[in-house]
Each structure stands twice: as C-alpha cells, then as structure tokens.
C-alpha cells in the first residue's frame, strides 16, 4: 500500500483554503512554452493563439495493439481534431486476467500497475499523440460507476465478468462502458464507507485518490502533448450510490481546490481542469466569489471603436428571460405557418392561460440551482483551476423546458444552444477560457446501443421489452443539431468543442479485453447443424459504442473536420 503521509494532506487542504489569494498559476505565463497554458479568456502554445474541435476516447488505452492505438490517432487527426480526451484511470478490486487495468483498490488497500498492460498503455498512448500533434486530456476518475449485482434487488443474470441486469447485453466486456473503469464509487465501497460525497470528504480515500494522481501527474510532467489534468468526469454528490443530506457545492468545490493543489505542488506545466457537466447555481454562496470589475477609464474610446464591457456572471432572471424570449419567437413563426399549438384554455373565442399556469412559478431547474451539489461559476474560479468545462447530453439530462411550438428535436437543440452561450458568459465572468468536453445525442440507429451513464442497462436493446419503441433522433436531425451546436460554442467564443464519443474499426480483437471476438451472430461459435463446422470467431472488431459512437458515420467526421477549419480561424 502506497499512501501519501498524513501530513501532506493536511498540508494540502491548509492551501487550498489559502489559493483564493494567489495569483493564478496558470495565466499569462510561457507564451512561447510548448505547454499549453492561458493568456486571459485563451489558450496559446508555442506563442500562438490555441482553440479547437477534440473527440472522445475514452478506452484508447485499453487497445489490443500499439498499432491500432496509432491508428486511431492517425484518423483521429486526419480530419483536423487536435484534442483527444480519454480516461487516465481503470480501477479494479480484483486483478482481471486478460486486458488493461492501471489500479487496484481492495479492502482499504491500494496498488498502482506501472507494467505493460497497466500505466504503460496510458504512456504510449501519450508518446504517439505527440507524434501525431494532438493534445491529450487526461481524466482522473467518473463519478459513475453502476454496480446493480450490489444496489439493486434485481439478480444478475452473470456477474462473472461485469455485474448487469435483466435487459442488459451481459456479453460486454469489462472497460467497453464508460462507466466501467471503476472510479468514485470503487474508492468507497472498497474504503467500506456509505455515501458517494465521502470520496470527496475521508481523509483516507482523499489521500488514496490523491497517491494514484501523484502516480500519473509524476509521469507526465515534461509531457507537452498533456492538454490538461481533468480531476473528475462529472463530478456530484450523488452517483449510483446515494449523497448524504451534507453534501452542497461547497464541498465539491473544497474538493476541487485541495486535488487541484495537490497537482500544481507537483506538476507546473500543465494546466488542470475541472470536468464538471458545467451545472450552475445562481444563488449559492462562493467560495470564489467574483472580484468586482475595476472602474473603467473616463475616456471614450477611439472612433470607430466601441467600449468593451465585461461579462456578468449567469442569473435566474437571465436564463427565464430568454427562454420567454425564444418561446415567444418560435409562437410568432408557429402562427404565421398556422402550427400555432396553444396551451392555455379557449374562453368567449380567446385562448388565456389556465389557473394553474398562472400560480406556477417558473423555475430554472435543475442545471442551475445547485440540485447536484456543483456550482461550475464557483469552481472555475478556483485559482489553480485552468479552464471551465462542461457537457451537454439531452439523452440524459435535461436543459430547459419542452417547447409544444417547435419539434422536439429542435427543442433540444434550442435549450443546447442557450446552454452552450450561457457556459460561455459564466466562463467569461470569471475571466477564463471555456471547453464544451463532451456532447451527443442519440440517433434512433445507435438507439439499441445506447447505456445511460448511471446504468449497464440498454433500454432500447433487442433483448429488452423497450426494443420495439422509437427512441432517438434521425441522422439528420443529429447532423442538423451538431452542426448548429458547433457553430453556436464557436459563435460563442468556446475555446475548445469536444465530441463524444469517436468510433473505430478493424481493431485487433482478443478474449477477455475490450476488444472481445465475436461471431457474425454476437453468440459463442458453435455448429449449426450437425457436422457443420461452427461460426468462426471475428478477430477484428470496434470500439466500444454506447450509443453515441461515430463508427459508420462519415457525416458526423465531415461536420467535426468542418468545424475544426472554422475554429482555428475564428
């Protein structure tokens, strides 16, 4: 067991209550380092201005073959995307036989795997990205990670290899989900603890989580192609398991700042980012509260030129105007092509709104009002905290509210679009560069693929009594709102757009890993009548797909490279 001493953490905890006084580390500093670091709201590298459009990959390291990991760099960069974010962690509580894993944590104890299947995977993949030109976001662990074998009263029907439910396609290797790389979760339970939110707050699995990130930052500090260190995916209070009452944003932030300065104790080149899904509270006290603009100079600006105002930061009178505003517009142009869907009741020949629509107060819900224990305004604020990040996944979270007057699918896409600015307005209030780190949106093809983040269950697959629903969007309509999105994060002022997630094929497939052989029918080989030879096995086969994957998507590659020219030249 490799535990930090006691003291560090009390060393650390002790600065990051301090840090709010400190001077960021990782602004103006090095325009010409081959690190990437930031000049006020940008990125820049090797003196140059950086934004761009960036992919998800979480299981690259995972990879049977060093040449199916340069591969997929090589397509990856092929179509202008600089930016590769990928999980830097796969836990296990018991060592698998066959495929990758970087850490075991068992009964309070922990042991990191520096061999050629554990960390050094995570190094070649680094070592090519750099030969390709791309920068890597390194995520330290999820907050997901679904167990139903121990949070839920139905049986599992094989919990051999990964624990599933009924409605699951239990023939998934270990690390093809997202959620299957062990993560919060893992520390807890194996810490023998209860509540999610005591990740965030032992001192023991504190000081565990922060020895595996001295394992990985230690590794990588002379690294250019490292982009950031990203502390979390999605950090929150709750998970799979519950958070307790206790839990607020004030303890996420805490978090943030103590792991954050635990990382620029040891790594001073790279910048170091959050993760968060980008949710805001409005009205919750700061821990960073935003230092009041300075008054601006008497004098007028030169002709031709207008004054500059600073951003203020997201409110709730804000976000209820524009949604007034956007519904507004779309009844104008439902009534003038006689669409016009009215939701009130019809008195003397006049539609007014019914008394229950009058008493109702409208709320910002759940994204902005600090439901999920995470206030992104607050945690981008954090002086050691880079960039602010968030993630915009309609199939999973909502934005903002259903508009009757519009397709559904434009509903989605209107709420994503105010979304996408107002992450732009609240980074540019704190005075930081801002990253879309991962969007997608289901297709009603890849619908049958599709796992939830906080689940192993497919709902819409064959073998679930779901599968005969039309769940998803249209090709189109997916391509139609990506294309809108990114031109909107770009119109916006984002400074990096990441997708989620990339798809390869003819990758070398092997038992056991996450890229398993599989028959043409996804069933064992076996004869299918007698004296027939049996289905041979496939030994080529596609990364993981949980329902948001590109493979077989050339439009959705065409859009990224497109919006991968226009970025770098906005």
């Known amino acids: 067991m490799n535990f930090l001493p006691w003291v560090s953490l009390f060393i650390s905890i002790f600065w990051a209550s301090a840090v709010a006084a400190i001077p960021s580390l990782t602004t103006d500093k090095r325009a010409s380092s081959p690190f990437v670091s930031t000049s006020g709201p940008g990125f820049v590298v090797n003196g140059s201005s950086l934004k761009y459009i960036g992919t998800n990959a979480y299981w690259l390291p995972t990879l049977n073959t060093n040449q199916d990991i340069w591969n997929t760099l090589s397509n990856i960069s092929a179509i202008g995307i600089k930016v590769i974010r990928l999980w830097a962690f796969n836990d296990v509580s018991t060592i698998p036989v066959n495929g990758t894993w970087f850490q075991l944590i068992q009964n309070g104890t922990i042991s990191v795997n520096n061999g050629p299947n554990g960390l050094q995977k995570l190094d070649t993949v680094i070592q090519m990205a750099e030969q390709h030109g791309l920068y890597v976001i390194l995520s330290l662990t999820n907050n997901w990670y679904p167990l139903p074998l121990l949070n839920s009263t139905v049986p599992p029907i094989n919990s051999s290899t990964f ?40 001192p023991t699995v504190l000081t565990a989580f922060m020895n595996y990130t001295t394992q990985v930052v230690s590794r990588y500090v002379n690294s250019p192609s490292v982009f950031s260190y990203e502390l979390a995916n999605d950090p929150r209070c709750n998970s799979t398991l519950p958070g307790s009452a206790t839990c607020t944003t004030e303890t996420i932030t805490t978090w943030h700042a103590t792991v954050a300065s635990h990382i620029r104790s040891i790594d001073p080149n790279h910048l170091i980012s959050s993760g968060v899904g980008g949710y805001l509270c409005t009205d919750c006290p700061k821990l960073y509260p935003i230092a009041p603009a300075p008054a601006p100079p008497a004098t007028s600006p030169a002709p031709g030129k207008k004054k500059r105002s600073q951003a203020k930061p997201v409110t709730k009178e804000q976000i209820l105007r524009e949604r007034s505003e956007r519904r507004r517009r ?7 092509a006689g669409t016009l869907v009215e939701d009130g009741v019809r008195v003397r020949g006049r539609w007014v709104s019914t008394a229950t629509k009058r008493q109702n107060t409208p709320t910002v819900g759940s994204v902005y009002d600090g439901s999920y224990g995470v206030d992104s305004q607050d945690i981008s604020n954090i002086p050691d905290i880079g960039f602010s990040s968030f993630q915009l996944f309609p199939d999973q979270q909502s934005y903002g509210p259903v508009d009757p007057n519009v397709a559904p699918w434009q509903s989605i896409e209107q709420n994503g679009n105010q979304w996408i600015t107002t992450q732009a307005q609240s980074a540019s209030a704190v005075g930081k560069p801002s990253i879309l780190t991962g969007f997608g949106l289901v297709t009603q093809s890849n619908a049958p693929n599709f796992v939830p983040f906080n689940t192993t269950v497919a709902p ?45 094929s003819n990758l070398t497939a092997e038992p056991g890993t996450t890229v398993s052989p599989s028959t043409t029918t996804g069933e064992s080989p076996t004869p299918s009548s007698p004296g027939q030879a049996p289905t041979p096995q496939q030994t080529t086969g596609q990364s993981p797909n949980d329902g948001y994957s590109t493979s077989g998507s050339t439009t959705v590659q065409q859009i990224l490279g497109g919006a991968a020219q226009s970025i770098a030249s906005n």
Do not use: C
């Open 330 to 336: 779309n009844r104008e142009a439902a009534k003038r």
């Open 460 to 504: 819409f697959a064959s073998e679930n009594p779901n599968a005969s629903t039309t769940y998803g969007v249209t090709s189109q309509q997916q391509a139609d709102t990506y294309t809108s999105w990114l031109n909107t994060g770009i119109a916006a002022g984002l400074n990096g757009i990441i997708q989620y997630q990339w798809g390869q």
């Open 163 to 202: 624990d599933v439910t009924p409605g699951t396609n239990n023939t998934l290797p270990r690390n093809y989900l997202s959620n299957n790389y062990g993560g919060m979760d893992l520390y807890v339970r194996q810490f023998g603890l209860q509540t999610h939110d005591q990740f965030y707050t032992n």
